[in-house]
């Protein structure tokens, strides 16, 4: 088996992607690489600017070919944007890599609602703008998340705790850097 160089978080927004992430790579001694952050840095503006500026179909172009570069690295944990598994493209490419490992954070959608609103930028981000749309989207992104080589319930726990379930439940090939 190859060793894993690479893990992946996914989940909705609000599922705790960016604190966890930062978390395990620090941990592991690895980089870490927030997909949404790099997209805004590159662009020079905001996600919900640039899903203004190109549309959802646009924005998901430029987070797949974000994805891909960030999957030619090794010993990175990645922190994905809560819609990157709709692309059958970026699914395929996570799911079919040996040396790749996807985390699903799972996180009810009342409780990922909550932890969106409590962190301040709940006005901009985009889904949130559309409530009717909001629970069928979750429904739909929930079937490509179930998908994860790994799901963690981040329900009821502190970051902290999610961190050492992880390391604990990490498969083996994976590799701590030294520091």
Do not use: N
């Not at 992946?8 to 960016?18: A, D, I, Q, R, Y």
């Not at 994905?80 to 699903?104: K, N, V």
């Not at 959608?109 to 909001?134: D, H």
């Amino acid at each position: 088996m190859s060793p894993i160089s690479r893990i992946v978080l996914t989940g909705f927004m609000g599922s705790g992607k960016t604190t966890i992430g930062a978390l395990l790579a620090s941990a592991l001694g690895w980089a870490f690489a927030d997909v949404d952050q790099i997209l805004s840095d590159a662009q020079g503006a905001p996600i919900s600017q640039i899903f203004a500026r190109v549309g959802e179909s646009g924005f998901r172009q430029l987070e797949a070919e974000t994805i891909a570069q960030l999957l030619d690295r090794s010993y990175v944990v990645i922190a994905l944007g809560g819609g990157a598994l709709e692309s059958d493209s970026t699914r395929a490419r996570l799911l079919g890599d040996p040396t790749t490992h996807l985390l699903f954070l799972e996180t009810p959608l009342s409780v990922a609602l909550a932890r969106c609103q409590a962190e301040g930028g709940a006005a901009v981000r985009p889904l949130l703008q559309q409530p009717a749309e909001l629970e069928a989207r979750f429904a739909r992104r929930h079937e490509h998340y179930r998908l994860a080589h790994q799901t963690l319930s981040t329900e009821g726990r502190t970051p902290q705790q999610l961190l050492h379930l992880l390391i604990e439940s990490l498969p083996p090939l994976v590799t701590r850097l030294p520091a």
